[in-house]
């Protein structure tokens, strides 16, 4: 099928063919994708990250802010950028016990984005991802990353607002700080929020933030209609400074993802270690090398 | 003064012409400063970096393996890598309490590095002041980072080994462990290890991370000739492989410091906001725009 076949597939309800063109934005047929679906209707879609430590309840939020969206008549899709998922980029997950509700609506796409190494770099695939998703007329696609190490950095870029969630307990607060999770959040959910401490946290977070935020049980469905009204309220206050901060983090993380996986790279590296080459030179050496004009 | 003579001026003990040739790292002159230095007889310098969480007691260990250093005869730099400095990357700094002891040492050269925004990218001159501190005849170079967000990172890039301090307590582990420290760590340090806990941190952290862990109570200077050791140690097992991978880290965050800071990206970056620009093609003319042959 060609990309115009599949397109046609996917927007007719082929969940096969949406994932065929999802697996695309991966592989090296992504600009030829991303230039038939400039062709394409688009409707604006909205994109939701949510993150926060393993075991905040990124999945249970995601499932309920799903169902919200459903309440709406939104079409919803969840991309997943796991680097430690089992899933090698290129599956339909359907098997996420959360999401089970969902999984038989046609209208919900849940799917795993790999990534390839944890440090820098937005997983590469993920804008095209969106720009695919939005071609289909999903409304709503809402990402899900760890928020250790560089992924809180890679949904802030990419989504608007990144969701921080959080537990009760001053040793969330605290490290979300100082993991500079809080710099990146737009929205704050203390999820499981029913639990002692709640309220104390919000206020230690409430010293280092000044964005909203949420107490929500997720589990129980609480908190999760005035969630869906502060991503609302964040998006009307969008301006373009806001868009084009979060377009130059894109456009660096996407170039780090470019230089990473430079196959000159290594013998550069090698070449410093050595001693023979100067690490700025090598630096210049792999800027040249990656020039697209010379490697068309 | 020509660069030569300045270096001249330097290794006779000029501590203004050093902080001059320091200044020039971070200016349009590191080229022909680093050419210049390419003549210069360099005896091989050590990099250790010391980093942590903050209060962790990162500058009061540093002190004491100034101290220690010194005891041994070798000539020692500091250089504090600072977002949050205050000092506009410039001044030699005489007024840090805990390096107090060593401010009138002629052979201890304390100095703040600024760095440019927070996420992302080595301190741009790191690299190129500690050739400098090497010309001059420095055998070890202390780096110090605050063990937050991206420093970590940077630190083990440049500095080998990396050394990460903590502090007794169950927190301070279990959120190295989660903010990424322990993965760039080559020795961890549990400083104030005479207060309560230090065992049990110690314990847990040996089931996080297989590199040396030591306890030292740096304000009574207690511990400290065993952890001189366990650098020395470090040091003696350094392979090639492991150069390679520092001096890979060093290229692509130099890379990406090198693209944060051009001229075109913010235009880019609003094309891309306003829709008008696809995010990979912006990637590439990013990349296109930044080779160093089109720009002599």
């Known amino acids: 099928m060609t990309i115009d076949e599949l397109v046609a597939a996917a927007r007719g309800g082929s969940i096969r063919a949406a994932g065929r063109l999802l697996s695309m934005v991966e592989s090296s047929r992504r600009d ?23 075991g905040a309840g990124k999945s249970t939020t995601i499932a309920v802010l799903v169902s919200a969206y459903r309440g709406r008549g939104k079409r919803v899709a969840v991309l997943a950028v796991d680097p430690s998922s089992p899933y090698s980029g290129g599956a339909l997950l359907g098997d996420r016990i ?27 695939g993920v804008p095209a991802a969106v720009t695919v998703l939005a071609a289909l007329s999903y409304d709503v696609v809402l990402i899900e990353t760890v928020g250790v190490g560089q992924s809180e950095i890679e949904v802030a870029a990419i989504a608007d607002p990144a969701v921080v969630v959080l537990n009760p307990g001053a040793g969330d607060a605290i490290q979300a700080a100082k993991a500079g999770l809080l710099e990146v959040a ?109 490697n068309p």
Chains 1, 2 share one sequence.
Do not use: C
Not at 98 to 124: C, F, K, N, Q, Y
Not at 188 to 193: D, I, T
Not at 227 to 237: K, M, P, Q
């Open 32 to 54: 030829e994708l991303l230039d038939t679906l400039d062709g394409v209707a688009v409707r604006a879609v909205q994109v939701i990250g949510v993150t926060g430590p393993p």
């Open 98 to 124: 959360r999401m089970a509700a969902h999984v038989d609506d046609p209208d919900v796409l849940i799917r795993s984005v790999a990534t390839r190494g944890h440090l820098g770099g937005l997983a590469e």
């Open 186 to 294: 737009d929205i704050v959910v203390v999820n499981k929020a029913d639990r002692e401490g709640a309220d104390q946290t919000v206020r230690d977070l409430r010293a280092e933030t000044g964005v909203p935020i949420l107490k929500i049980v997720a589990a129980k469905n609480e908190g999760i209609a005035e969630l869906v009204e502060a991503v609302d309220a964040h998006l009307r206050a969008d301006d373009p400074a806001r868009r084009a901060a979060r377009a130059r983090a894109q456009v660096l993380s996407l170039a780090q993802s470019v230089l990473r996986s430079h196959p000159d790279l290594d013998h550069l590296a090698a070449e410093v270690a050595r001693g023979r080459l100067d690490v700025y030179f090598a630096t210049k050496s792999l800027l040249r090398l990656a020039d697209p004009a010379d």
